[in-house]
């Protein structure tokens, strides 16, 4: 086929079946690599902000404990050395206490060139403890910070130091490798966890479904391309099972057609000879219509329709094989006429399955006289061999036919006093070859009884059945209106007519 060009066709064993950038697993870990680092990212100011805090939380208790010592000199009194190394023990260049509304300074550096930025750990503001890292790692380390809390060791009000921030920052830059460091090794142990683990249960089962898809697209017949479900009770053990059936369904479909195959061309061949004896037999009827015998001019008529019929047919299924059946030549069609000839060649009789038309005088439906003829035929013969199949029944039964018109469409109903449909026909009722009830039936006239109608634009369904007989439906677009009826024309005096008499 022309349209197979365009296909991709299917990777060897050994080719590599998903791109290496481009695969669900590839995909798969580098997501899951990406949300872990930005998860890792995310714990990284709180992180520094608690670092921070701490930090400076321990430089002013060392001031604190500084100031104590401070105020156990003689006289209140720090000589300048003392003061020196009780400021680099604390790593502070100032202390000072406020108790009472009265700020003291303490410990006292040398005057500083710069003025100090503030950290007020009193206030618990989020967005600026979250800012204060970042605020010390982007000031190049040259600076002073002015860090106030609460006191703990020593009464009073507030405590205060300034302390230089090059320690703060060096040990922010540490801390920060080593979060750093941290993260890496934690997004790669995850990052492989998860990717092993959605690989065992997502990646590789979908692996195993596109490898039979495409082992399946190949070589339908290959057993090897068979998916076998692993029973999984979620999403993919619902794609395996779903898969496993329109395999199956596909392979059936793929066997049926070419049996149709097989037995459309020996058909196409045997039809040409049939068609050669449905002409001599056409032939052979002529010449009996000379004969002047008056049984067989009785049944001539029926015998020149069964031979039309037949070559008809026989036309249609020699080019059935190049299209579909052809399309309806609809015209307004008398029913009850079309109903009787049908259950004429359907062998009904008034000794056993007799028909009972109740419908309208006149009635009419839009569609192709022949196609109808097949349909209500083949309905028909179904229902008169199911009643005589029925033991200890004699053949005997009937056939009610209705026609009802509503909304534009016509419903011709069949419903007989059968036995019903056993549930197995039902289920392929109208399937060519599965629907059959009947031993030796190939379940072929109700397919094409509904292929013939759905041509039509309409459809055949079946009602209801059940112990009481089987009710089909044929519904047919259109509804055209009942013949007139003819009234006898008054007679003269020689006793003619005008030649019409009444429906």
């Known amino acids: 086929m022309a349209d197979d060009a365009s296909l991709p066709e299917p990777r060897s064993s050994g080719e590599r079946r998903f791109p290496r950038l481009g695969g669900l697993s590839s995909r798969l870990l580098l997501v899951t690599v990406l949300i872990v680092v930005v998860a890792n990212l995310l714990i990284l100011p709180p992180n520094l902000a608690a670092f921070q805090e701490q930090w400076l939380l321990d430089r002013l208790r060392a001031a604190e404990l500084a100031s104590r010592v401070a105020d156990a000199a003689p006289n209140g009194q720090v000589t300048e050395h003392l003061s020196q190394q009780l400021l680099e023990q604390a790593e502070v260049v100032s202390v000072a206490i406020q108790a009472d509304g009265n700020r003291r300074l303490v410990l006292q550096a040398p005057r500083l060139t710069r003025t100090p930025y503030l950290i007020d750990l009193r206030q618990d503001n989020p967005i600026t403890s979250l800012a204060g890292p970042i605020q010390t790692l982007m000031g190049g380390g040259q600076r002073m910070v002015r860090v106030i809390a609460r006191p703990r060791y020593i009464p009073g009000e507030f405590v205060e130091i300034v302390a230089p921030d090059a320690p703060l920052r060096k040990e922010l830059l540490a801390q920060l490798g080593r979060l750093m460091a941290i993260a890496a090794f934690t997004s790669l142990m995850a990052g492989a966890v998860v990717f092993f683990s959605l690989n065992f249960l997502l990646v ?19 057993p090897e391309a068979a998916i076998h479900p692993s029973g999984r009770r979620d999403e993919i053990g619902v794609a395996e099972a779903e898969l496993d059936r329109m395999q199956s369904d596909l392979r059936a479909a793929l066997a049926s057609r070419a049996r149709l195959a097989a037995l459309g061309a020996a058909v196409a061949k045997i039809n040409h000879d049939l068609r050669n004896m449905l002409t001599s037999a056409q032939i052979a009827s002529e010449r009996l219509a000379l004969s002047g015998d008056p049984k067989v001019a009785q049944a001539l008529p029926r015998l020149e329709r069964a031979l039309d019929r037949a070559i008809v047919l026989a036309s249609n299924v020699l080019a059935f094989g190049k299209s579909e059946e052809p399309a309806p030549d609809k015209r307004p069609t008398p029913l009850r006429p079309a109903l009787e000839t049908a259950a004429e060649d359907a062998r ?28 209500l035929v083949n309905l028909m013969r179904n229902a008169r061999e199911a009643i005589d199949g029925v033991e200890g029944r004699g053949g005997v039964g009937q056939i009610r036919a209705t026609l009802t018109q509503a909304d534009g469409f016509s419903l011709i109903r069949l419903a007989d006093n059968g036995p019903g449909l056993p549930d197995r026909a039902q289920t392929n009722l109208f399937q060519p070859f599965a629907g059959s009830t009947r031993r030796g039936g190939a379940g072929l006239g109700l397919a094409i009884a509904k292929e013939l109608s759905q041509g039509h634009g309409g459809d055949l369904t079946l009602v209801e059945t059940g112990e009481s007989g089987t009710t089909f439906e044929i519904r047919l677009p259109g509804a055209p209106e009942p013949l007139p009826r003819r009234r006898k024309a008054p007679t003269g005096g020689d006793g003619a007519s005008d030649g019409a008499g009444e429906d």
């Open 204 to 222: 590789a089962p979908m692996q195993r479904i596109t490898r039979s898809m495409q082992k399946f697209r190949a070589n339908p017949e290959d």
């Open 348 to 375: 009904l009789s008034h000794e056993g399955v007799r028909l009972v038309v109740d419908s309208p005088p006149g009635a009419r439906v839009d569609a192709d006289p022949e196609q109808l003829h097949r349909i």
